[in-house]
């Protein structure tokens, strides 16, 4: 943040107006932030919000005369320190004498000459009881001063190196907090401040302490705490401020806290783990996800920029040969091993392939007949709630988008979003980042111009989805928000249908994300069946059967409250999936909504497709390793919702190895008997499952056909199409990135490949 220049706020109590209004005009033209007060009573209760640098008290007044107000600032050690001019038109000299011995620093007597008034404020800002940067507390927090908490940081380091126990240094910062100085002022910054540390606080270990820093920043010391206890301290100090709501003056705000944090390990002295401190807040502050970030020596810019040429020809190397290793070790995985192992096995007297093959069977009947399942429960899937009575509230959409990707389209999806026709205030945020200056940015701004509604709003910095939604976040002022990727073009009327379902006690709803250039390839016609076969079928099936929905990204309406204090993590590969489920884990509800639609744009090439699903895959992997045992003993789920995260995160990632298994099994039997043709085919078990789980992609593609959206539905020769090319390619694609993705996540190669829009 940028340094603000001292601007010193100033307290009058003084019950008669016309003084109370000459002397403010006369301190606001000098410069001061001025807050006024008719008597002693009003003055405590602003004193309490915020401490000013200077109070201005007459003596007789109604409720709560000067003295008395004197006697009572004087006796609190918070207030102890504030100076104190008094203002009297008494000319008897007892009470002024009485009330420099209660305290007083100054007096001045009625009528005043203006410069003689300038000159006492300017000498009692300048020199106060104690010199501010003397002072143990910062005054208007309550925290440490910024002086005094690097004492007790060098003295703790110093303890820590002598044997004792480390802990953490972090540093705490208020994204809003620069914007909101410019136009609130120093007052509310100060009562912004105290909150903070009220809640910083709360709870908090009782050695822990907190310090007050330039540029609107705060230090936290957690002593004698290791790096993963101070990593869910502050992590917990982190969504105590982000549900908080601020008052500042006559405003309610929320804002959004960012932490970095050291170890005390990591330096030598107290200046370097602070700037380590600082460099990992200024790495969280990228992201603005709620998640304190530890710092790392990679975090440095210096690390990033001087990596040698042998370092850089090896990562051309390793990006060259990585797929190929990796596709060859899934291979191995499923096939050479379990083949091997068979076959030595048997070799021993030991033939497991009978066994092996009922497992396979039985996983097959599974998925087959959750599909099913799915299917049926979506045909009964319920409406949306009745439309609720009364004004409608104000509502948000924030559109993501990398603009180089998405340049040609993103003004025409403005514009859809421009059309809609929701009666309350909607308000339409652009949240995207750009590498460079580009020509369409013009554009928006002028659509911004034209139309209140719409803030273009680039996020500098930001490399990911999540940092331009979680950034967008301090700006938005609707009471429920919906999510979009930029090719996205909701239906006039989907703003209202959400909150339909928001109204009625339901906290995030997913809508129908609809493919609109499916005849663009061969790739396009198959993915826009698959999203029906998603969206129509799976989705609204799955939440009947496991009694919860699931966020897919896009087209998905938020509390606004919640988003808020759940965010999107951009550390992983799937954010949406894995604020789905920690929303899911604390028992909030989900809707799933197949007419509430958007229409957006299909992978075209089969290169797109493929890194596309390789990412969603590798995405979920993270989320089923994250969320999988938390989430089943999560006591907010019920039985069978848990039913449903094992289906989800667990079934979901073991599947694809199993049913792959029937491809060695069958090699071996071929191997053991003489060919495939010396096999009995027909024994009825076999015939009968086999029957039964091929009847899934006929099954699945009726279910489809029967609830897709008329305009998919009307290309009927898509759905033989996408039939033939499942059976025969899609689905053991599918299967065999869902293997690789695995292979992937466990080598930690997280390469962030962008969707190429048309």
């Known amino acids: 943040m940028t340094e603000q220049s001292p601007k010193f706020s100033i307290l009058i109590v003084e019950d008669d107006?016309?003084?109370?209004?000459?002397?403010?005009?006369?301190?606001?033209?000098?410069?001061?932030?001025?807050?006024?007060?008719?008597?002693?009573?009003?003055?405590?209760?602003?004193?309490?919000?915020?401490l000013p640098n200077l109070i201005i008290s007459d003596i007789m007044m109604p409720e709560l005369d000067g003295l008395e107000l004197l006697q009572q600032l004087r006796a609190d050690a918070t207030t102890a320190a504030i100076p104190l001019i008094l203002l009297t038109a008494l000319r008897g000299k007892e009470t002024l004498v009485h009330g420099l011995d209660l305290g007083a620093d100054d007096y001045l007597v009625?009528?005043?000459?203006?410069?003689?008034?300038?000159?006492?404020?300017?000498?009692?800002?300048?020199?106060?009881?104690?010199?501010?940067?003397?002072?143990?507390?910062?005054?208007?927090?309550?925290?440490?001063?910024?002086?005094?908490?690097?004492?007790?940081?060098?003295?703790?380091?110093?303890?820590?190196?002598r044997g004792g126990t480390a802990g953490v240094l972090a540093c705490l910062e208020l994204i809003e907090l620069e914007r909101l100085h410019e136009r609130l002022g120093t007052r509310s910054s100060d009562q912004i401040a105290r909150q903070v540390v009220q809640l910083a606080l709360d709870g908090a270990h009782p050695l822990t302490l907190i310090g007050r820093e330039k540029h609107g920043r705060f230090a936290l010391l957690l002593p004698e705490a290791s790096t993963s206890t101070a990593q869910r301290q502050l992590a917990q100090i982190a969504n105590r401020i982000a549900n908080?709501?601020?008052?500042?003056?006559?405003?309610?705000?929320?804002?959004?806290?960012?932490?970095?944090?050291?170890?005390?390990?990591?330096?030598?002295?107290?200046?370097?783990?602070?700037?380590?401190?600082?460099?990992?807040?200024?790495?969280?502050?990228?992201?603005?996800?709620?998640?304190?970030?530890?710092?790392?020596?990679?975090?440095?810019?210096?690390?990033?920029?001087?990596?040698?040429?042998?370092?850089?020809?090896?990562?051309?190397?390793?990006?060259?040969?990585?797929?190929?290793?990796?596709?060859?070790?899934?291979?191995?995985?499923?096939?050479?091993?379990?083949?091997?192992?068979y076959t030595l096995l048997a070799a021993s007297g030991h033939d497991i392939t009978p066994q092996a093959y009922i497992v396979v069977v039985i996983a097959l009947l599974i998925t087959a007949t959750l599909i099913w399942v799915e299917g049926f429960l979506a045909l009964v899937a319920p409406p949306p709630p009745p439309e609720p009575a009364g004004p409608k509230p104000p509502a948000s959409a924030i559109i993501a988008a990398y603009l180089p990707n998405e340049a040609a389209t993103i003004v025409e999806t403005v514009e859809a979003f421009l059309r809609q026709e929701y009666p309350g205030p909607l308000q339409i945020i652009l949240a995207y980042n750009t590498p460079r200056d580009l020509p369409v940015e013009a554009a928006l701004t002028a659509i911004a111009r034209r139309d209140w509604r719409?803030?273009?709003?680039?996020?500098?910095?930001?490399?990911?989805?999540?940092?331009?939604?979680n950034a967008a976040l301090a700006y938005i002022n609707g009471e429920f928000v919906g999510i979009f990727d930029a090719d996205h073009h909701p239906q006039p009327d989907s703003f209202m249908r959400a909150w339909r379902w928001l109204a009625h006690d339901y906290d995030i709803v997913q809508g129908h994300c609809l493919v609109r250039n499916g005849g663009e390839s061969w790739v396009a016609r198959a993915v826009a069946v698959e999203f029906e076969a998603i969206y129509a079928v799976s989705h609204p099936g799955r939440a009947q059967l496991h009694k919860f929905g699931i966020f897919g990204g896009?087209?998905?309406?938020?509390?606004?409250?919640?988003?808020?204090?759940?965010?999107?993590?951009?550390?992983?590969?799937?954010?949406?999936?894995?604020?789905?489920?920690?929303?899911?884990?604390?028992?909030?509800?989900?809707?799933?909504?197949?007419?509430?639609?958007?229409?957006?744009?299909?992978?075209t090439t089969l290169k797109a497709f493929f890194n596309q699903r390789l990412r969603w895959s590798q995405g979920w992997f993270q989320v089923s390793i994250r969320h999988a045992w938390r989430a089943t003993l999560s006591p907010k789920l019920s039985l069978r919702q848990k039913f449903g995260v094992i289906q989800l995160l667990v079934w979901r990632e073991i599947y694809p190895w199993i049913s792959f298994q029937m491809v060695p099994i069958l090699i071996f039997l071929a191997w053991r008997y003489g060919g495939l043709t010396q096999l009995d085919w027909f024994i009825p078990i076999f015939v009968l499952?086999?029957?039964?789980?091929?009847?899934?992609?006929?099954g699945q593609v009726l279910f489809t056909y029967r609830l897709a959206a008329p305009e998919i539905r009307q290309q009927r020769g898509w759905f033989v199409y996408f039939l033939l090319i499942s059976f025969c390619f899609f689905t053991p694609l599918k299967n065999l990135i869902a293997m690789l993705a695995q292979i992937k996540e466990f080598m930690r190669e997280r390469q962030w490949k962008v969707t190429p829009r048309g």
Not at 116 to 136: G, Q, S, T, W, Y
């Open 244 to 341: 908080h709501i601020f008052q500042a003056g006559s405003e309610h705000l929320r804002l959004t806290p960012s932490i970095g944090f050291a170890s005390l390990e990591s330096a030598t002295n107290a200046d370097d783990l602070h700037r380590q401190a600082l460099v990992a807040l200024e790495r969280a502050g990228e992201h603005l996800d709620l998640q304190p970030l530890g710092y790392r020596p990679e975090h440095d810019a210096y690390t990033h920029t001087h990596t040698n040429g042998l370092a850089r020809l090896w990562q051309r190397v390793y990006a060259a040969l990585a797929l190929p290793i990796q596709l060859v070790l899934v291979f191995t995985l499923f096939l050479v091993v379990p083949l091997v192992a």
């Open 454 to 469: 719409f803030l273009p709003l680039r996020i500098h910095d930001s490399t990911s989805k999540a940092q331009n939604v």
């Open 17 to 50: 107006e016309a003084i109370r209004g000459l002397v403010m005009r006369i301190l606001t033209g000098a410069g001061y932030e001025v807050i006024e007060a008719s008597n002693g009573r009003q003055g405590l209760q602003y004193i309490s919000e915020a």
């Open 110 to 161: 009625k009528p005043f000459e203006i410069n003689e008034l300038l000159a006492r404020v300017r000498a009692k800002l300048a020199r106060p009881p104690a010199p501010a940067e003397m002072l143990p507390l910062d005054r208007p927090s309550g925290a440490l001063s910024s002086a005094t908490f690097r004492q007790e940081t060098a003295r703790e380091l110093a303890r820590a190196r």
């Open 689 to 698: 499952t086999t029957l039964f789980t091929q009847s899934v992609a006929i």
């Open 554 to 603: 896009s087209n998905g309406y938020w509390r606004a409250s919640l988003l808020r204090q759940t965010r999107l993590h951009g550390f992983m590969l799937t954010e949406d999936i894995d604020s789905s489920i920690r929303v899911i884990e604390a028992g909030y509800r989900i809707a799933s909504d197949p007419l509430l639609i958007s229409r957006e744009l299909a992978t």
